[in-house]
């Protein structure tokens, strides 16, 4: 959007639209009606720990436990990286 931000558009499987404006810290979710693709039914602005919150919660895992895991993974290289060679540390994806 010129002069207001950078909004992110995003369409569901099910064909839902709705967008999420950033502008510095500010958010905002913007969510688009069946009617009229262009013009939005519902504006809901986020302050910066509502941002936060929301954010973590659409995370599969919270902060604190992928924190958790960090520390085992750096934990575990400090013990065993240089028995084994050197360590290299592979992202895991989790569903």
Same mark, same amino acid.
């Given at each position: 959007?010129?002069?207001?931000?950078?909004? %992110? %558009?995003?369409?569901?499987?099910?064909?839902?639209?709705?967008?999420? !404006?950033?502008?510095?810290?500010?958010?905002?979710?913007?969510?688009?009606?069946?009617?009229?693709?262009?013009?939005?039914?519902?504006?809901?602005?986020?302050?910066?720990?509502?941002?936060?919150?929301?954010?973590?919660?659409? %995370?599969?895992?919270?902060?604190?436990?992928?924190?958790?895991? !960090?520390?085992?993974?750096?934990?575990?290289?400090?013990?065993?990286?240089?028995?084994?060679?050197?360590?290299?540390?592979?992202?895991? !994806?989790?569903?």
């Amino acid at each position: 959007m010129p002069g207001v931000g950078t909004m %992110h %558009h995003f369409t569901t499987r099910s064909g839902q639209r709705f967008g999420v !404006l950033v502008e510095g810290s500010k958010h905002g979710l913007v969510v688009f009606g069946s009617e009229d693709q262009d013009t939005p039914s519902q504006t809901i602005v986020l302050e910066q720990d509502e941002s936060d919150l929301l954010a973590d919660v659409l %995370h599969s895992r919270s902060i604190m436990d992928r924190l958790a895991e !960090l520390e085992r993974r750096v934990d575990a290289v400090a013990r065993n990286g240089d028995e084994q060679g050197g360590a290299t540390l592979r992202p895991q !994806l989790t569903g």
